[in-house]
């Protein structure tokens, strides 16, 4: 059974960190390129983060560029996604997504991020 269980959300104040972790489960999850992905209230939902099976290669939205950092654990089939200088537009519902091939693909049930002071 394919799972992908994302923890880490909270409540923080502008300028503020937090990480995000996505465990994953069911699939070889170190042949999967690994992203992040949120949606605020009202708004579609769009990509923050893309890392490949290895880790080596990041990308990032210029949104996001320079504030937060994706990484893997192959070991322990785990994404993280390490947020910086958070800002209230960072709010939203945070999901991680496996991508297996260009027709396979596995979602989280996401975990919610709020930035207010």
């Known amino acids: 059974q394919v799972q992908l269980v994302e923890s880490g959300g909270a409540l923080v104040q502008p300028g503020g960190s937090l990480r995000l972790s996505c465990v994953a489960s069911?699939?070889?999850?170190?042949?999967?390129?690994m992203q992040w992905f949120r949606q605020a209230p009202g708004k579609e939902r769009e990509l923050v983060a893309d890392?490949?099976?290895?880790?080596?290669?990041?990308k990032y939205p210029d949104s996001v560029k320079g504030r937060f950092i994706i990484s893997r654990d192959n070991a322990k089939k785990t994404v993280y996604l390490q947020m910086n200088s958070l800002k209230p537009e960072d709010t939203g519902i945070y999901y991680c997504?496996?991508?297996?091939?260009?027709?396979?693909?596995?979602w989280g049930q996401g975990t919610q991020v709020t930035v207010s002071s």
């Open positions: 997504k496996a991508v297996r091939s260009t027709t396979v693909e596995y």
């Open positions: 069911g699939f070889t999850f170190s042949s999967s390129v």
């Open positions: 890392i490949s099976y290895q880790g080596t290669v990041t």
